[in-house]
């Protein structure tokens, strides 16, 4: 039985003398080659346990490592003046040392290196540091599972006699105990005698078997165990070495946020932030994504000279200063206020979620499908978000006193790219509205304003929005919001357009939203980028703007969230250039004279505008104090969920889920959210079972129809759109609810 364990090969190689390891590291510097532009740049370079890592400078080792090369792998060439080559995953690494002795230590530690590595992960049984198994181990594991099969056999057999052998011992014990004292006890006692042998000798082999079993076990268990050991280390290192990139990726987004002029070009500094990858990098014609012109302020002669022409554009006696230096607040800060709006909500609770652990299986799917806790959102919902827009009305109100469509495109982009101010730091997704949610914003008596904005669609969701000023315009929009989670970041895309009316001239404005991106969904903070263009259509005089969101990018030399436009009227000649930030500002700059460049990128000409000195259009508002622990809501944003009198039953104020969330109370809210949307899920189904049945029975059922808005064509697109049929402010004023569902 102990036969074919004497038999199987040993896992060892008893032939095998490995060579003493140096476990000490061999540090230094060392220059590396990293591109044309820099060439060799100098390197901190540590061997240690069959890997040779770099870094920038020795402080580095305590948290950034620019690079590691496996020697197990690697080839180690020598070239002539200092030069070594090491060659690993297809790579190439040149380096090059201070001197012939230096290089020459180097090439003796590498070599030593490679070989113990080499030999340690292709022969040691003890390290567990294994490749791929060889046909000669695959075999060993077979036969080794064989022979434990035949042990368990054994085992099973000597079990049985045992049981046997045991259960006949105890029936001759109790026969001898009634015959004690009789004639035939002799021959009892010898019975006994010859089954308790037997039980001995079945005992002595269940326990030779067991010992078999277990060396068998043993011999080869402390080799699967290390082999087992290994891959979990290695499946632990690669995880940690995905985390570490992630974080030097985000560190490295940071900074280059924080101090963008410091990347730029070839005047970044030899020990600079940007990390080795980039050394390596290649470098593109940052023009690609410039805007197709180039502006020059004109000189203060030229000025002088043009400003007569300059002011005629504003007819009416007006003010040419129509831009403002500041946001005009004159048209609103007149009169007193005669309600004090609240300045401050609950600060938010410090609750630790990990937002990949609910989203790393959600990746592709539309985000207004995947269930997630208040932890992510933010106490406003999508309608309210969209009433943000209003934030600064102000910008309208000075359009709708322009005489010139030019001057008043300048304020009408302005305003559209002022609703994106709110969302720099705005990375919370808002609560998804319920159908049938309605939102109000009466500001008649502060702004001159009235909003109202209805879901009116759940799956896609989409939203309806409506806005009539006393101060000359009125303002519509149907978006429908087309979201993908995509592993990485989150896309926003909003689509649908925003119509702008102006009562006096009868301007039509049109134009639709940029895509929102939400990145570091995996690790680092979270930021929010805007990207995309905008055309913003006069449909009544054809003049047209089309403003540029450039995207975030490392290698752009353009400030960060940079916007530029330009305005044309009908003839395609330009008269204004925008340019700013969506988070900061926007200024315009008359043009006086355009001449075509030099070529751009592929042969391309630019327009080179000659300009006025640029004028501030919009300017934004300072975030209230403590805005940081209040989901950096703006001021307009801390009032929209306050409580109001006499609003309609299904206003997003009087959600509970959002208002237990903003209170702090997010267990509470986290369960009437499920609540809601379960409720949500039943009242759909019900209208699909509603109209298959209708289907089946060949009636017609009516779809879903929204309580304060209906569908239209549009008259200039043609496309279907929602639009307000009126009606609201009316029941408010009567306060009749009566049409309204209970939705919460």
């Not at 590691?68 to 200092?82: F, K, N, S, Y």
């Not at 020459?104 to 540091?129: E, K, P």
């Not at 990485?488 to 925003?498: A, E, F, Q, R, T």
Request: net charge negative; charged share 25%.
């Amino acid at each position: 039985m102990n036969e074919l364990v004497r038999n199987l090969p040993s896992p060892t190689l008893p032939g095998l003398q490995l060579p003493c390891l140096n476990t000490g590291n061999y540090k230094g510097w060392l220059y590396k080659w990293t591109n044309y532009l820099k060439g060799y740049q100098r390197r901190w370079f540590v061997l240690s346990n069959g890997l040779l890592s770099y870094y920038r400078t020795q402080a580095e080792m305590a948290h950034t490592c620019r690079g590691t090369i496996p020697l197990a792998t690697a080839h180690i060439e020598v070239g002539d003046t200092c030069h070594l080559v090491l060659t690993s995953g297809g790579r190439s690494y040149h380096l090059k040392a201070t001197s012939e002795g230096e290089c020459q230590r180097w090439v003796s530690a590498l070599q030593q290196a490679r070989a113990n590595s080499t030999l340690l992960m292709h022969h040691s049984d003890d390290s567990g540091d294994e490749g791929p198994i060889p046909q000669e181990d695959r075999a060993l594991t077979q036969g080794v599972l064989k022979t434990l099969a035949s042990k368990l056999d054994d085992l099973s057999t000597c079990n049985e006699l045992i049981g046997k052998h045991g259960a006949a011992l105890q029936r001759s014990l109790s026969e001898l105990e009634e015959l004690r004292g009789s004639a035939d006890g002799t021959d009892r006692v010898k019975a006994v005698n010859e089954r308790a042998t037997l039980f001995r000798i079945t005992s002595n082999a269940m326990i030779n078997a067991c010992r078999d079993f277990l060396d068998v076990a043993e011999s080869h268990g402390r080799r699967w165990q290390k082999t087992l050991q290994y891959e979990r280390e290695q499946r632990h290192h690669l995880e940690e070495t995905i985390e570490q990139l992630a974080k030097q990726h985000n560190n490295l987004e940071r900074a280059w946020r924080e101090n963008p002029t410091s990347y730029t070009g070839v005047e970044r500094s030899q020990e600079g932030d940007a990390s080795d990858e980039n050394d390596e990098a290649e470098f593109f014609d940052a023009m690609e994504d410039s805007p197709a012109f180039i502006t020059v302020t004109a000189s203060g002669a030229i000025q002088h000279k043009r400003s007569g022409s300059n002011q005629s554009m504003t007819s009416g006696g007006m003010s040419n200063d129509w831009t403002h230096n500041e946001n005009d607040t004159s048209g609103t800060n007149h009169m007193q206020l005669r309600r004090t709006r609240r300045s401050r909500i609950p600060d938010k609770p410090n609750y630790s979620l990990n937002l990949w652990s609910i989203m790393k299986n959600c990746i592709g799917k539309d985000l207004s499908k995947i269930p997630m806790p208040v932890n992510f959102n933010e106490p406003l919902s999508m309608l309210q978000r969209l009433t943000e827009d209003l934030e600064y009305s102000e910008l309208l109100d000075r359009a709708s006193r322009c005489h010139s469509s030019l001057e008043q495109m300048c304020l009408v982009a302005a305003f559209s790219v002022s609703s994106y101010s709110t969302t720099v730091h705005r990375t919370a997704k808002p609560f998804n509205p319920l159908l049938g949610e309605t939102y109000e914003l009466d500001r008649l008596e502060e702004y001159g304003y009235r909003s109202i904005s209805e879901q009116v669609s759940h799956h896609p969701p989409a939203a309806a929005h409506h806005v009539t000023s006393q101060r000359g315009w009125t303002l519509w929009q149907h978006i429908t919001i087309d979201s993908k989670f995509r592993g990485k970041y989150i896309s926003v895309v909003p689509l649908g357009n925003i119509h702008l009316v102006f009562h006096s001239s009868g301007n039509h404005y049109v134009w639709s939203k940029v895509t929102s991106t939400v990145h570091n969904i995996i690790v680092g903070k979270l930021w929010i980028d805007q990207s995309g263009d905008i055309d913003i259509v006069n449909n009544t005089t054809k003049d047209t703007c089309r403003l540029k969101f450039c995207p975030y990018s490392y290698f752009s030399r353009d400030v960060p969230r940079k916007v530029t436009g330009v305005i044309e009227d009908r003839d395609g000649t330009a008269h204004y250039i925008l340019s700013g930030t969506w988070d900061d500002k926007m200024e315009s700059a008359k043009i006086v004279d355009s001449s075509q460049g030099c070529g751009g990128s592929e042969g391309k000409q630019k327009t080179v505008y000659q300009t006025l000195q640029p004028k501030l259009l919009w300017k934004k508002y300072p975030l209230p104090d403590n805005a940081e622990n209040m989901h950096y809501f703006s001021s307009l944003a801390l009032t929209l969920n306050e409580q109001e009198d006499g609003i309609a039953p299904t206003d997003s104020r009087l959600r509970p889920d959002q208002r237990l969330m903003e209170a702090g109370v997010w267990d509470e809210a986290n369960t009437h959210k499920q609540r809601l949307e379960e409720c949500q899920r039943l009242e759909r189904k019900k209208r699909e079972a509603q109209a298959s049945q209708a289907l089946e029975e060949g009636q017609d059922l009516e779809c879903y129809r929204p309580l304060w808005f209906e569908k239209r064509a549009d008259d200039t697109t043609g496309e279907s759109t929602y639009v307000y049929r009126g009606g609201y402010w009316e029941a408010k004023e009567r306060q009749d609810w009566s049409q309204c569902p209970e939705i919460f």
